[in-house]
Protein backbone atom coordinates (compact mmCIF):
# COMPACT_ATOMS: atom_id res chain seq x y z
CA UNK A 1 0.00 0.00 0.00
CA UNK A 2 1.62 3.43 -1.32
CA UNK A 3 2.30 5.82 1.90
CA UNK A 4 -1.04 7.59 3.02
CA UNK A 5 -0.80 11.46 4.41
CA UNK A 6 -1.97 12.73 7.49
CA UNK A 7 -5.23 14.08 6.62
CA UNK A 8 -9.03 13.44 6.82
CA UNK A 9 -11.20 14.75 4.60
CA UNK A 10 -14.64 14.98 2.87
CA UNK A 11 -16.28 15.32 -0.59
CA UNK A 12 -18.70 17.31 -2.35
CA UNK A 13 -21.67 14.98 -3.01
CA UNK A 14 -23.40 12.15 -3.11
CA UNK A 15 -20.50 10.36 -5.45
CA UNK A 16 -16.97 11.14 -6.56
CA UNK A 17 -16.71 13.21 -9.52
CA UNK A 18 -13.97 12.44 -12.29
CA UNK A 19 -11.47 15.76 -9.92
CA UNK A 20 -12.20 14.15 -6.80
CA UNK A 21 -10.83 10.76 -8.03
CA UNK A 22 -7.98 12.42 -9.14
CA UNK A 23 -7.09 14.05 -5.91
CA UNK A 24 -7.39 11.24 -3.78
CA UNK A 25 -5.44 8.96 -6.24
CA UNK A 26 -2.75 11.20 -5.53
CA UNK A 27 -2.62 12.28 -2.14
CA UNK A 28 -4.10 9.37 -0.53
CA UNK A 29 -5.61 10.63 3.21
CA UNK A 30 -5.73 8.50 5.63
CA UNK A 31 -9.78 8.70 6.31
CA UNK A 32 -12.18 10.22 5.74
CA UNK A 33 -15.70 12.29 6.92
CA UNK A 34 -19.38 12.09 5.52
CA UNK A 35 -21.60 14.59 6.18
CA UNK A 36 -25.05 15.49 5.21
CA UNK A 37 -24.64 16.73 2.10
CA UNK A 38 -23.23 12.46 0.91
CA UNK A 39 -25.77 10.63 3.03
CA UNK A 40 -29.20 9.99 0.41
CA UNK A 41 -29.93 6.09 0.63
CA UNK A 42 -28.11 3.12 2.24
CA UNK A 43 -26.82 1.96 -0.98
CA UNK A 44 -25.32 5.21 -1.98
CA UNK A 45 -23.53 5.75 1.01
CA UNK A 46 -22.32 1.88 0.81
CA UNK A 47 -21.07 2.83 -2.73
CA UNK A 48 -19.60 5.87 -1.62
CA UNK A 49 -17.64 4.67 1.06
CA UNK A 50 -16.25 1.76 -1.12
CA UNK A 51 -14.95 3.94 -3.77
CA UNK A 52 -13.47 6.14 -1.06
CA UNK A 53 -11.43 3.53 -0.03
CA UNK A 54 -10.89 2.36 -3.18
CA UNK A 55 -9.56 5.12 -5.24
CA UNK A 56 -7.26 6.32 -2.30
CA UNK A 57 -5.64 2.46 -2.40
CA UNK A 58 -6.37 2.34 1.60
CA UNK A 59 -8.85 -0.41 2.42
CA UNK A 60 -8.82 -0.27 5.41
CA UNK A 61 -9.10 3.79 5.72
CA UNK A 62 -11.39 5.11 8.86
CA UNK A 63 -14.38 6.66 7.84
CA UNK A 64 -16.04 9.42 10.03
CA UNK A 65 -19.19 11.08 10.86
CA UNK A 66 -20.90 13.35 13.45
CA UNK A 67 -23.86 11.17 14.42
CA UNK A 68 -24.06 12.43 17.97
CA UNK A 69 -28.21 12.68 18.21
CA UNK A 70 -29.99 15.17 19.29
CA UNK A 71 -29.20 18.33 16.90
CA UNK A 72 -25.88 16.64 15.66
CA UNK A 73 -27.09 13.64 13.24
CA UNK A 74 -25.91 13.02 9.83
CA UNK A 75 -27.85 10.22 9.42
CA UNK A 76 -31.39 11.10 10.12
CA UNK A 77 -35.55 9.75 9.25
CA UNK A 78 -37.09 8.30 7.43
CA UNK A 79 -34.37 5.60 7.11
CA UNK A 80 -32.44 6.29 10.19
CA UNK A 81 -34.04 6.97 13.97
CA UNK A 82 -34.01 10.32 15.48
CA UNK A 83 -31.55 9.24 18.50
CA UNK A 84 -31.59 11.16 21.73
CA UNK A 85 -29.60 14.09 22.72
CA UNK A 86 -26.83 14.07 25.68
CA UNK A 87 -29.23 16.38 27.60
CA UNK A 88 -31.99 14.15 27.31
CA UNK A 89 -29.41 10.97 28.14
CA UNK A 90 -28.58 12.89 31.60
CA UNK A 91 -32.43 13.90 32.31
CA UNK A 92 -32.93 10.23 32.41
CA UNK A 93 -29.82 9.62 34.20
CA UNK A 94 -31.00 12.03 36.51
CA UNK A 95 -34.24 10.20 37.28
CA UNK A 96 -32.71 6.95 37.70
CA UNK A 97 -29.65 6.31 37.00
CA UNK A 98 -29.59 2.52 36.31
CA UNK A 99 -31.97 3.59 33.42
CA UNK A 100 -30.17 6.68 32.53
CA UNK A 101 -27.20 4.60 31.66
CA UNK A 102 -28.77 1.59 29.88
CA UNK A 103 -30.52 4.14 27.59
CA UNK A 104 -27.01 5.79 26.84
CA UNK A 105 -25.32 2.34 26.04
CA UNK A 106 -28.15 1.84 24.03
CA UNK A 107 -28.48 4.80 22.05
CA UNK A 108 -25.14 4.66 20.80
CA UNK A 109 -24.92 0.80 20.50
CA UNK A 110 -27.76 1.50 18.19
CA UNK A 111 -25.79 4.15 16.27
CA UNK A 112 -22.89 2.07 15.94
CA UNK A 113 -25.12 -0.98 14.19
CA UNK A 114 -26.54 1.60 11.66
CA UNK A 115 -23.26 2.89 10.95
CA UNK A 116 -21.53 -0.35 10.66
CA UNK A 117 -24.37 -1.87 8.48
CA UNK A 118 -22.96 1.25 5.51
CA UNK A 119 -19.19 0.69 5.96
CA UNK A 120 -18.52 3.58 8.47
CA UNK A 121 -16.54 2.52 11.74
CA UNK A 122 -15.65 5.89 13.30
CA UNK A 123 -17.72 8.55 14.96
CA UNK A 124 -17.08 11.87 16.34
CA UNK A 125 -18.60 10.89 19.90
CA UNK A 126 -18.58 11.50 22.91
CA UNK A 127 -18.76 15.34 23.57
CA UNK A 128 -16.90 15.89 26.64
CA UNK A 129 -17.24 19.25 26.96
CA UNK A 130 -18.60 20.88 30.01
CA UNK A 131 -21.56 23.77 29.24
CA UNK A 132 -21.53 26.47 31.88
CA UNK A 133 -24.24 29.58 32.30
CA UNK A 134 -23.67 32.35 29.21
CA UNK A 135 -22.18 30.29 27.16
CA UNK A 136 -22.61 29.93 23.51
CA UNK A 137 -25.11 27.20 22.87
CA UNK A 138 -22.75 25.44 19.95
CA UNK A 139 -22.45 22.62 23.00
CA UNK A 140 -25.94 23.33 24.89
CA UNK A 141 -28.23 20.40 24.60
CA UNK A 142 -24.77 18.21 23.28
CA UNK A 143 -23.52 17.49 26.62
CA UNK A 144 -24.60 15.01 29.27
CA UNK A 145 -25.29 17.59 31.29
CA UNK A 146 -23.40 20.08 33.06
CA UNK A 147 -21.21 18.42 36.09
CA UNK A 148 -17.64 16.87 34.84
CA UNK A 149 -18.13 13.47 36.49
CA UNK A 150 -21.51 12.44 35.21
CA UNK A 151 -20.06 13.70 31.57
CA UNK A 152 -17.13 11.70 31.76
CA UNK A 153 -19.51 8.94 33.28
CA UNK A 154 -21.61 8.83 30.51
CA UNK A 155 -19.36 9.69 27.86
CA UNK A 156 -17.39 6.49 28.90
CA UNK A 157 -20.53 4.33 28.39
CA UNK A 158 -21.04 6.24 25.30
CA UNK A 159 -17.54 4.85 23.65
CA UNK A 160 -17.57 1.63 24.90
CA UNK A 161 -21.21 1.41 23.48
CA UNK A 162 -19.91 2.32 19.77
CA UNK A 163 -16.77 0.64 20.63
CA UNK A 164 -18.99 -2.54 21.23
CA UNK A 165 -20.84 -2.52 17.85
CA UNK A 166 -17.58 -2.02 15.93
CA UNK A 167 -17.10 1.76 15.86
CA UNK A 168 -14.33 4.09 16.84
CA UNK A 169 -14.48 7.06 19.33
CA UNK A 170 -13.96 10.48 19.32
CA UNK A 171 -13.69 12.12 22.60
CA UNK A 172 -14.08 16.38 21.70
CA UNK A 173 -13.19 18.87 21.68
CA UNK A 174 -10.09 19.02 24.10
CA UNK A 175 -9.52 20.64 26.17
CA UNK A 176 -12.85 21.85 26.44
CA UNK A 177 -15.34 24.05 24.66
CA UNK A 178 -18.56 24.53 27.00
CA UNK A 179 -16.92 27.62 27.71
CA UNK A 180 -17.15 29.19 24.77
CA UNK A 181 -19.19 32.26 24.04
CA UNK A 182 -19.52 32.24 20.17
CA UNK A 183 -19.70 29.66 17.57
CA UNK A 184 -16.17 28.35 16.47
CA UNK A 185 -17.52 27.87 13.22
CA UNK A 186 -17.97 31.52 12.70
CA UNK A 187 -15.98 33.13 15.23
CA UNK A 188 -12.81 32.58 17.45
CA UNK A 189 -13.96 32.04 21.18
CA UNK A 190 -12.00 33.44 23.45
CA UNK A 191 -12.20 32.40 27.11
CA UNK A 192 -10.38 33.93 30.61
CA UNK A 193 -11.28 31.32 32.97
CA UNK A 194 -8.14 30.47 35.31
CA UNK A 195 -5.87 27.47 34.89
CA UNK A 196 -7.08 26.22 38.02
CA UNK A 197 -11.01 26.03 37.01
CA UNK A 198 -9.86 24.86 33.85
CA UNK A 199 -8.24 22.23 35.77
CA UNK A 200 -11.44 21.70 38.50
CA UNK A 201 -13.90 21.31 35.62
CA UNK A 202 -13.24 21.32 31.86
CA UNK A 203 -10.16 18.89 31.85
CA UNK A 204 -12.08 16.43 34.22
CA UNK A 205 -13.99 14.31 31.36
CA UNK A 206 -11.11 14.34 28.88
CA UNK A 207 -8.44 13.31 31.68
CA UNK A 208 -11.13 10.54 33.01
CA UNK A 209 -10.98 8.96 29.52
CA UNK A 210 -7.36 9.34 28.09
CA UNK A 211 -7.08 6.01 27.51
CA UNK A 212 -9.44 5.97 24.27
CA UNK A 213 -7.94 6.09 21.18
CA UNK A 214 -8.94 9.62 19.09
CA UNK A 215 -9.41 12.89 19.83
CA UNK A 216 -10.54 16.17 18.26
CA UNK A 217 -9.22 19.74 19.54
CA UNK A 218 -10.81 23.03 20.20
CA UNK A 219 -10.65 25.93 18.27
CA UNK A 220 -10.76 28.19 21.27
CA UNK A 221 -8.55 30.31 23.08
CA UNK A 222 -7.85 30.23 26.43
CA UNK A 223 -5.71 33.16 27.80
CA UNK A 224 -4.35 31.43 30.93
CA UNK A 225 -2.57 28.78 28.86
CA UNK A 226 -1.75 30.63 25.31
CA UNK A 227 -2.65 34.38 25.21
CA UNK A 228 -2.69 34.29 21.40
CA UNK A 229 -3.04 30.96 19.48
CA UNK A 230 -5.99 28.10 19.63
CA UNK A 231 -5.75 25.18 20.97
CA UNK A 232 -5.64 23.41 17.77
CA UNK A 233 -2.78 25.55 16.73
CA UNK A 234 -0.81 26.24 20.10
CA UNK A 235 1.87 24.35 20.97
CA UNK A 236 1.80 25.02 25.02
CA UNK A 237 -1.63 23.81 24.86
CA UNK A 238 -1.74 20.37 22.90
CA UNK A 239 2.44 19.73 24.57
CA UNK A 240 1.82 20.75 28.59
CA UNK A 241 -2.37 20.94 28.70
CA UNK A 242 -3.44 17.43 26.31
CA UNK A 243 -0.17 15.60 26.23
CA UNK A 244 0.74 16.08 29.84
CA UNK A 245 -1.63 17.48 31.89
CA UNK A 246 -4.76 15.94 31.02
CA UNK A 247 -2.64 12.52 30.16
CA UNK A 248 -3.72 11.93 26.35
CA UNK A 249 -1.67 9.65 24.37
CA UNK A 250 -3.76 9.01 21.69
CA UNK A 251 -4.20 10.20 18.28
CA UNK A 252 -5.11 13.89 18.00
CA UNK A 253 -7.08 15.58 14.98
CA UNK A 254 -7.76 18.76 14.87
CA UNK A 255 -11.08 20.46 14.48
CA UNK A 256 -12.62 20.97 11.12
CA UNK A 257 -9.40 23.88 9.60
CA UNK A 258 -12.01 25.71 7.52
CA UNK A 259 -13.81 27.18 10.46
CA UNK A 260 -13.34 30.74 10.55
CA UNK A 261 -12.14 30.74 13.81
CA UNK A 262 -9.12 29.99 12.59
CA UNK A 263 -7.13 32.49 10.46
CA UNK A 264 -5.00 32.38 7.19
CA UNK A 265 -5.69 30.55 4.13
CA UNK A 266 -6.29 26.84 4.97
CA UNK A 267 -2.92 25.78 3.66
CA UNK A 268 -1.31 28.04 6.60
CA UNK A 269 -4.03 26.56 8.95
CA UNK A 270 -2.93 23.23 8.51
CA UNK A 271 0.46 24.03 9.11
CA UNK A 272 -0.16 25.77 12.19
CA UNK A 273 -1.90 22.93 13.54
CA UNK A 274 0.73 20.28 12.40
CA UNK A 275 3.72 22.65 13.84
CA UNK A 276 1.73 22.74 17.17
CA UNK A 277 1.63 19.25 17.45
CA UNK A 278 -1.41 17.11 16.05
CA UNK A 279 -1.44 14.26 14.59
CA UNK A 280 -3.75 15.16 11.83
CA UNK A 281 -5.91 17.46 10.11
CA UNK A 282 -9.07 17.18 9.47
CA UNK A 283 -11.11 19.35 6.68
CA UNK A 284 -14.94 19.10 6.11
CA UNK A 285 -16.46 21.61 3.50
CA UNK A 286 -15.61 19.03 0.60
CA UNK A 287 -14.17 21.85 -1.23
CA UNK A 288 -11.72 20.49 -3.79
CA UNK A 289 -9.29 23.77 -3.85
CA UNK A 290 -9.32 23.60 0.00
CA UNK A 291 -8.38 20.18 0.13
CA UNK A 292 -5.49 20.72 -2.43
CA UNK A 293 -3.98 23.40 -0.35
CA UNK A 294 -4.44 21.33 2.77
CA UNK A 295 -3.17 18.25 0.77
CA UNK A 296 0.55 19.93 0.12
CA UNK A 297 1.02 20.96 3.80
CA UNK A 298 0.39 17.77 5.39
CA UNK A 299 2.82 15.05 5.50
CA UNK A 300 3.01 11.18 5.12
CA UNK A 301 2.15 9.43 7.79
CA UNK A 302 5.38 8.42 10.14
CA UNK A 303 6.86 8.37 12.84
CA UNK A 304 4.42 9.26 16.58
CA UNK A 305 1.73 10.34 14.67
CA UNK A 306 1.68 6.77 12.59
CA UNK A 307 1.78 4.93 16.01
CA UNK A 308 -1.08 6.41 16.75
CA UNK A 309 -2.76 6.12 14.06
CA UNK A 310 -1.97 2.80 14.30
CA UNK A 311 -2.86 1.99 17.44
CA UNK A 312 -5.97 3.76 17.21
CA UNK A 313 -7.33 1.15 14.62
CA UNK A 314 -6.43 -1.59 16.67
CA UNK A 315 -9.46 -0.70 18.93
CA UNK A 316 -11.75 -1.41 16.09
CA UNK A 317 -13.12 -5.00 16.33
CA UNK A 318 -15.70 -6.90 14.65
CA UNK A 319 -19.15 -6.21 16.55
CA UNK A 320 -20.46 -8.23 19.02
CA UNK A 321 -24.26 -9.67 18.09
CA UNK A 322 -26.75 -7.16 18.33
CA UNK A 323 -30.61 -7.52 17.76
CA UNK A 324 -31.39 -4.15 16.68
CA UNK A 325 -34.81 -4.42 16.93
CA UNK A 326 -35.01 -5.52 20.67
CA UNK A 327 -32.73 -2.73 21.59
CA UNK A 328 -34.28 -0.03 19.49
CA UNK A 329 -38.08 -0.92 21.65
CA UNK A 330 -35.74 -1.07 24.89
CA UNK A 331 -34.44 2.18 24.54
CA UNK A 332 -38.22 3.76 23.31
CA UNK A 333 -39.68 1.98 26.90
CA UNK A 334 -36.44 4.06 28.83
CA UNK A 335 -37.03 7.69 27.09
CA UNK A 336 -40.67 7.71 27.50
CA UNK A 337 -40.16 8.10 31.20
CA UNK A 338 -38.03 11.68 30.50
CA UNK A 339 -40.53 12.59 26.97
Given at each position: ??????F????????????E??????????????F????????Q????????????D?P????????????????G????????????L??????????????????????????????????CL???????????D???????????????H???????????????????????????????????????????L?????????????????A???????????M????????V?????????I????????????????????????????????????????????M?????????????A?????????????P????????R???????????
Amino acid sequence: MTELKAFICGCEGLSLNAMERTFFEKERPWGFILFKRNCQTKEQIRSLVNTLREVSDNPYAPVFIDQEGGRVQRLGPPLWPRYPSGEMLFKLYEKDKTMGERATWLSVRLIAHDLIELGVDADCLPVLDVPVPGAHDVIGDRAYGSNPDTIAHLGGIAASGLLAGGVLPVIKHIPGHGRAGVDSHKDLPNVDAPLQLLEKVDFVPFKKLNHLPMAMTAHIVYSALDMTSPCSTSSVVIEKIIRQKIGFEGLLMSDDVSMNALVGEVGERTQACFTAGCDFVLHCNGKLEEMKAVAAKTPFLSGKAKERADNALSFRKKPESYDAILGRQELEYLLAAVL
